[in-house]
C-alpha cells in the first residue's frame, strides 16, 4: 500500500483539519432524443444490475419523454470523466465526486434523497470476530470502497484518524472498489473488517445478498453530506427540469420499485452550497 502514500498522507493533513466540520452527442440533446444517465459502482457494475434498474430507466423516460440509456461506468472516475467528455448526460455522484465534477466540468446539481443531507458509513466486522471499536482495528486486514468514495474511503478515513488510527501504518489496507465488494470481502473473512454505505449495506442485508449471521456493525460514523444526481453543464434548463421532475414526483406506496433501486424514500433539490466543506478537502487533496 505504499504507492498509495502520497495520497494518504494529504488525505491524512486535509482531514485532521476538518474532521469538526460537519449518451446523446456534446453539441447538446437537440441533436439524439435520447439521453444516457450514469451511476457510480457505489453497488456494483454488472450488466445484470443494469437490467435490475429497468424500472428506473422506464420512469426517466415516461417522465421525460426521450428515450433513456442507463450506463455503470468501471469506477467513480470514470463517472466524473464521461460527464466531462460528454458521453453521459445526467449521472448519480457521491460527494466527493460531484465536487471534483463540478470544479473540472461545471456539472450542474438537481436533485438527492432526502437522507443524504445526514448520511453514514458503517463499520462492519464478522459476528464472532473480537472487533469491538475502531481502536481494534490496529492490525487487521481493512477494506475502503473506491479511492474516491466518500462514504467508502473518506469518510471512514476521516474516523480512524479521529480515533488516532494511521490506517497505512497500523492496519493492512485495500480498495474493493465497491460497496458490494467490502461487504462480501468483510462476510467471507477475507479482510477482518471494512467501511461502507449505509443504504447499501441496508440493502444487501434486506435482499439476501449479505448473511446478516454472519457480519454486524460496529461503529457508525457521524452524519456527512452525500450523493447528488447531476447534469452535464450544457445539458438544457428545460430537460434539466423534466429529469428533476420525474425524481420529485416519486412518492412512497406508489413508486416503490424505483425508490428501492435508489434506495431512498423522499428526493429535495439539492443545493451547492452545502458542498463547500467537501470542496475544500478535494482542493486540499488536489483532486482537480
Avoid at 461502507?196 to 460496529?218: C, P, T
Amino acid at each position: 500500500m505504499r504507492n498509495r502514500s502520497a495520497f494518504i498522507g494529504r488525505l491524512l493533513a486535509v482531514i485532521l483539519a476538518f474532521a469538526g466540520s460537519a449518451a446523446i452527442s456534446p453539441q447538446g440533446m437537440a441533436a439524439d432524443p435520447a439521453i444516457r444517465v450514469g451511476m457510480i459502482p457505489d453497488a456494483g457494475a454488472t450488466q445484470v444490475s443494469i437490467e435490475q434498474k429497468a424500472p428506473l430507466r422506464d420512469h426517466l423516460a415516461k417522465a421525460t419523454g426521450l428515450n433513456v440509456e442507463l450506463i455503470i461506468p468501471t469506477n467513480y472516475n470514470a463517472t466524473v470523466e464521461a460527464l466531462g467528455n460528454g458521453s453521459l448526460d445526467f449521472a448519480y455522484l457521491g460527494g466527493l465526486t460531484y465536487v471534483i465534477a463540478h470544479e473540472k466540468y461545471g456539472v450542474v446539481p438537481m436533485v438527492q434523497r432526502e437522507s443524504d443531507l445526514q448520511f453514514h458509513s458503517l463499520f462492519i466486522t464478522q459476528t464472532g470476530s473480537s472487533i469491538k471499536s475502531l481502536a481494534d482495528l490496529k492490525g487487521k486486514n481493512f477494506a475502503y470502497g473506491d479511492i474516491v468514495s466518500t462514504s467508502g474511503h473518506l469518510m471512514p478515513y476521516a474516523a480512524l484518524t479521529k480515533a488516532g488510527i494511521d490506517s497505512d501504518k497500523d492496519m493492512k489496507s485495500r480498495y474493493t472498489g465497491s460497496h458490494p465488494a467490502t461487504a462480501k470481502a468483510v462476510e467471507s473473512g477475507t479482510v477482518d473488517a471494512g467501511a461502507m454505505d449505509e443504504s447499501v449495506y441496508q440493502a444487501m442485508i434486506a435482499d439476501g445478498s449479505l448473511d446478516k449471521s454472519r457480519v454486524r456493525v460496529f461503529y457508525t460514523t457521524p452524519p456527512f453530506l452525500d450523493y447528488v444526481w447531476v447534469a452535464r453543464k450544457d445539458v438544457s434548463a428545460a430537460a434539466r427540469q423534466k429529469f428533476e421532475a420525474a425524481f420529485l414526483a416519486l412518492q412512497k406506496g406508489r413508486d416503490d420499485k424505483v425508490l428501492e433501486i435508489l434506495r431512498g424514500t423522499k428526493f429535495i433539490r439539492a443545493n451547492d452550497a452545502l458542498y463547500n466543506d467537501l470542496r475544500k478537502i478535494a482542493k486540499e487533496l488536489k483532486l482537480f
